[in-house]
């Protein structure tokens, strides 16, 4: 005797085997530095760039942890990029679905 959910089990093995794309995540993309971010990932946050000593830091890595004071000497900076890459820091990202391909890649959501 055939056990019933075995075979409904199989039946959604088999289905999923064949329908089992993988799946598009939100997140960010970098063009200076070719890197994806996935959403759930970072906060958006801008940066800035300190006109006396010439550092650039993201917001969270500030003075104060929340405002534009350059970290290393404390002067007000200005703005660089409103959604700052963490990886570069002047790069700005811009939104971006990807999924994973089999080798590992994120790969745009066409
Ligand atoms: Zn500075
Ligand atoms: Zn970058």
Known sequence: MIDENWSEFMDQVIEDSLTNKPEAVDGY????????????????????????????????DSYSG??????????????????????C????LREYQAYENSNGEWVEKL
Not at 70 to 77: G, V
Not at 89 to 92: A, F, L, P, T
């Open 66 to 87: 929340d405002n534009h004071q350059c970290p290393s000497c404390m002067k007000f900076a200005s703005k660089l990029v409103d959604i700052a890459c963490p990886e």
């Open 89 to 92: 820091i002047s790069g700005e």
């Open 29 to 60: 993309w970098c063009d200076d530095c070719d890197i994806f971010i996935a959403g759930d990932e970072y906060d958006e946050q801008p940066s800035y760039e300190c006109g006396s000593c010439g550092e650039q830091f993201l917001r969270e």
